[in-house]
């Protein structure tokens, strides 16, 4: 029987999409916000219905999404929200740091002064969501900044690619931010960051993005004892 949640969340609607490319997105989007688990099957019925598209901008959707790692289609049994095994979110996040390592460096050589200050804003409210506890609010700040630095870099691929990376992390970042103790820990790696970009400082904003991120890749491994994801 499903649950409150699932029926809620299969009564969503998109805004009629009537491409592939904008079911691909709402769909995309969808699955980063959590809305679908890994190993979760995506029935192509259901999914018309919701992303109101049809069966064969949906099945382009879906080939969509597999190149970019996120689904899994297979013959005979459909797609379905694929997983990713801590070994293998290991590799994808050493690969992420050396991409947004790139990213840090390009932000801190084209920071305009106001995006300074947004980001010493955004620092502000990381260190007060620690103090209150308040993790999920630290999480969401996490993302807007690492967001932020890739806007101010302009780096289309490197956008993309982070993106498609982020993607298929989503449960294992989740996973992260419920570590106790791991927002005391990653709040002076974010100040480090903004401090190097604000500096305009691109060698170090490079330097403390990738120790922010193999921090990231250290408490991965500590997440062990979980086994496969």
């Given at each position: 029987?499903?649950?409150?949640?699932?029926?809620?969340?299969?009564?969503?609607?998109?805004?009629?999409?009537?491409?592939?490319?904008?079911?691909?997105?709402?769909?995309?989007?969808?699955?980063?916000?959590?809305?679908?688990?890994?190993?979760?099957?995506?029935?192509?019925?259901?999914?018309?219905?919701?992303?109101?598209?049809?069966?064969?901008?949906?099945?382009?959707?879906?080939?969509?999404?597999?190149?970019?790692?996120?689904?899994?289609?297979?013959?005979?049994?459909?797609?379905?929200?694929?997983?990713?095994?801590?070994a293998e979110a290991v590799e994808i996040?050493?690969?992420?740091?050396?991409?947004?390592?790139?990213?840090?460096?390009?932000?801190?050589?084209?920071?305009?002064?106001?995006?300074?200050?947004?980001?010493?804003?955004?620092?502000?409210?990381?260190?007060?969501?620690?103090?209150?506890?308040?993790?999920?609010?630290?999480?969401?700040?996490?993302?807007?900044?690492?967001?932020?630095?890739?806007?101010?870099?302009?780096?289309?691929?490197?956008?993309?690619?982070?993106?498609?990376?982020?993607?298929?992390?989503?449960?294992?970042?989740?996973?992260?931010?419920?570590?106790?103790?791991?927002?005391?820990?990653?709040?002076?790696?974010?100040?480090?960051?903004?401090?190097?970009?604000?500096?305009?400082?691109?060698?170090?904003?490079?330097?403390?993005?990738?120790?922010?991120?193999?921090?990231?890749?250290?408490?991965?491994?500590?997440?062990?004892?979980?086994?496969?994801?």
């Open positions: 029987m499903a649950s409150e949640h699932d029926t809620e969340r299969r009564a969503a609607r998109v805004s009629a999409p009537t491409t592939a490319a904008q079911a691909r997105d709402a769909l995309r989007d969808a699955i980063l916000r959590g809305e679908y688990l890994p190993g979760e099957r995506l029935v192509e019925a259901q999914l018309c219905e919701r992303l109101q598209a049809s069966r064969f901008n949906v099945r382009a959707a879906l080939q969509d999404l597999a190149a970019e790692g996120l689904v899994e289609v297979q013959r005979n049994r459909g797609a379905q929200v694929r997983k990713v095994s801590l996040t050493e690969v992420r740091m050396v991409v947004e390592g790139l990213i840090a460096a390009r932000a801190a050589e084209r920071v305009t002064p106001e995006q300074a200050t947004e980001l010493d804003e955004i620092a502000v409210l990381m260190r007060r969501a620690v103090e209150a506890g308040e993790h999920r609010r630290y999480s969401d700040l996490n993302v807007r900044l690492h967001a932020l630095v890739r806007d101010i870099a302009g780096h289309r691929t490197a956008d993309r690619i982070v993106e498609t990376l982020r993607g298929q992390l989503v449960r294992h970042q989740y996973m992260l931010s419920m570590l106790p103790g791991r927002p005391q820990a990653s709040l002076p790696q974010h100040e480090r960051i903004i401090t190097a970009i604000r500096d305009r400082d691109a060698r170090a904003a490079e330097a403390a993005m990738r120790d922010h991120i193999s921090s990231v890749i250290d408490a991965l491994r500590s997440m062990d004892y979980l086994g496969p994801a």
